[in-house]
Each structure stands twice: as C-alpha cells, then as structure tokens.
C-alpha cells in the first residue's frame, strides 16, 4: 500500500450505500506514525489489474479468525468478477498471515443484497444483523 494507492482508492465514488471508501484512518496515521494503518488498526492492501488499483482489502487477525474488508472499484462491480475477487483475497491473506485460520468474517449493509449475494457466492453464510450491519462468516 501507498500513499498514491491511497489518494486513487480515496477518490472512487460508489452510487447507493456506501459513497465511498474510508481512508481517513490510513491518512491520519501516516501523519502521526509514520504507517499505513487502516480502520481498527487492520493492515490494508491494494489489488492491482495492469500495475492500476483494482481493489482494496483490509485484514485483521483475531484468534483463528480472518476478518476482512474490501472495496472493489466501482467501474469493475457488476461485471461479474465479485465472488472471484473476494476468493483471491482471502487466499492472499490467508498465505500473508500464516497462521491456522478456521474463518473469515465481514460485515457489510443489510441492504446491500448485490454485495450479499456475492459474498454467498464465495462461501460465506449470513450470521446476525445488528446496529453494525449484517456479519456474514466463511468456515476454512
């Protein structure tokens, strides 16, 4: 991850509902550490697709479970690359952080039902809703 990377991702703009990234918590802690440090402390990394941004992926450990987030920019989404793009995150995450995973999280918008659906397509399966939105887990 750059801070290049982070200006391009930082500019993409999404119709319905999410606006746009988050990446004011990587900005912010590049000014007071020194380091790219994402949301809740995960470590971020960009997807490239011809040496461009193509995608963001966010990764934080917690015991044996992988939690994820991820952004996919916006003129590739609907184009039918959503479920193989998040199978090719989790794996890169899983070979990055080494370690015995036994499952991968996310949260995402209840009513964002094209990105749910994608996220079944990878596997994952719809847990519980609340204020933070719809938890959805993959089983390794």
């Known amino acids: 991850m750059t801070v290049d990377y982070l ?3 930082d500019s ?3 119709k319905g509902f999410v606006e746009q990234v988050l990446m ?6 590049m000014e007071e550490t020194g380091q790219l440090i994402g949301p809740g402390g995960c470590d971020g990394f960009v997807a490239l697709a011809d040496g461009q941004p193509a995608g963001l992926f966010e990764f934080v450990v917690a015991d044996d479970s992988l939690e994820i987030g991820l952004a996919l920019k916006p003129e590739l989404i609907g184009r039918g ?3 193989d793009y ?5 794996d890169f995450g899983r070979r ?3 370690t015995e995973l036994h499952s991968v999280m996310l949260t995402v918008e209840p009513a964002n ?5 994608v996220y079944e397509k990878a ?10 939105g719809l938890a959805m887990k993959l089983s390794l």
Not at 86 to 90: A, E, L, M, S
Request: net charge positive; glycine share 8%; hydrophobic share 30%.
């Open 7 to 9: 200006k391009e991702i």
């Open 12 to 14: 993409w703009n999404y």
């Open 24 to 29: 004011t918590p990587y900005f912010k802690s």
């Open 81 to 83: 690359f959503g479920a």
């Open 86 to 90: 998040v199978r090719q995150g989790i």
């Open 96 to 98: 990055h952080y080494q």
């Open 113 to 117: 039902k094209a990105a749910i659906r």
């Open 123 to 132: 596997g994952f399966e719809k847990l519980e809703q609340n204020e933070d």
